[in-house]
T-cell receptor, first 114, second 109 residues
Framework: IAGITQAPTSQILAAGRRMTLRCTQD?????MYWYRQDLGLGLRLIHY???????GKGEVPDGYSVSRANTDDFPLTLASAVPSQTSVYFC?????????????FGPGTRLTVL | GQNIDQPTEMTATEGAIVQINCTYQ??????LFWYQQHAGEAPTFLSY????GLEEKGRFSSFLSRSKGYSYLLLKELQMKDSASYLC??????????FGAGTTVTVRA
C-alpha cells in the first residue's frame, strides 16, 4: 500500500543525545515536510523540501536539521536534544506545492526528551 | 507570517449540523485547507478552497471569503465518528502551510 512511514513510533531520549527521525514515502512526491505538534499550538513547520536536493527552514527550525538526498527519504536530526523538543513529530509529503496538492501525513513519532 | 484563529472546542448532537469558523491574517494567500485529525492519529485532508464560495463534498462543505479572511467548515448529519479535531491551514505565497491550533468537536448521542 502506497503511503508515508515514520520510525520510530515513539522514543524516550536523554537530553544531549543525538536522534534521527526517519521518514519515507513511496508516492514519488516531490515535496516533503516536517512538523511538530504541541498541545494548544497546532502543527508548526520545522523544515521542508520542495524537491530532492533542496531544503528550507520553516517556522521553528532551531535545533533541527534535515537532508533530502533522494525523492523518498527525508530524515530529521536533533543534534543535541533538549526537553523543549518533547513533541509529536509528523512527516508529510505532497506531489507539488501549488494548486490543490494536499499534504499526506505519516503516522507520527512521539518523542520525549528527559 | 500567518495568524489563524479557530474555536478550541465545540459540542453537538448526533444528526445535527456544526459550523467551525476560521479567520486568518496573511501576508500572502495561496489557498486554504481543512484537515481532520482523530486522537492519536495523523491529520487527513478534507477540503481545499482558493476561490471565494462554497465547496461541497458529501456531508462536509467548506466556504471561503478572501476579502474577509474567513472560512468555515460545515459538518452535516453528524455521526459519532466525526468526533475529532478539525484543523484550518492557510498556504502562503511561498507555498508553505500554517495551521490553526485546531477545533475539537465532540459528538454526543
Amino acid at each position: 500500500i502506497a503511503g508515508i512511514t515514520q520510525a520510530p513510533t515513539s522514543q524516550i531520549l536523554a537530553a544531549g543525545r543525538r536522534m534521527t527521525l526517519r521518514c519515507t514515502q513511496d508516492m514519488r512526491h516531490n515535496a516533503m515536510y516536517w512538523y511538530r505538534q504541541d498541545l494548544g499550538l497546532g502543527l508548526r513547520l520545522i523544515h521542508y523540501s520542495n524537491t530532492a536536493g533542496t531544503t528550507g527552514k520553516g517556522e521553528v527550525p532551531d535545533g533541527y536539521s534535515v537532508s533530502r538526498a533522494n525523492t523518498d527519504d527525508f530524515p530529521l536530526t536533533l543534534a543535541s536534544a533538549v526537553p523543549s523538543q518533547t513533541s509529536v513529530y509528523f512527516c508529510a509529503s505532497s506531489e507539488g506545492t501549488s494548486g490543490n496538492n494536499e499534504q499526506f501525513f505519516g503516522p507520527g513519532t512521539r518523542l520525549t526528551v528527559l | 507570517g500567518q495568524n489563524i484563529d479557530q474555536p478550541t472546542e465545540m459540542t453537538a448532537t448526533e444528526g445535527a449540523i456544526v459550523q467551525i469558523n476560521c479567520t486568518y491574517q496573511t501576508s500572502g494567500f495561496n489557498g486554504l485547507f481543512w484537515y481532520q485529525q482523530h486522537a492519536g492519529e495523523a491529520p487527513t485532508f478534507l477540503s481545499y478552497n482558493v476561490l471565494d464560495g462554497l465547496e461541497e463534498k458529501g456531508r462536509f462543505s467548506s466556504f471561503l471569503s478572501r476579502s474577509k479572511g474567513y472560512s468555515y467548515l460545515l459538518l452535516k448529519e453528524l455521526q459519532m465518528k466525526d468526533s475529532a479535531s478539525y484543523l484550518c491551514a492557510v498556504r502562503d505565497s511561498d507555498y508553505k502551510l500554517s495551521f490553526g491550533a485546531g477545533t475539537t468537536v465532540t459528538v454526543r448521542a
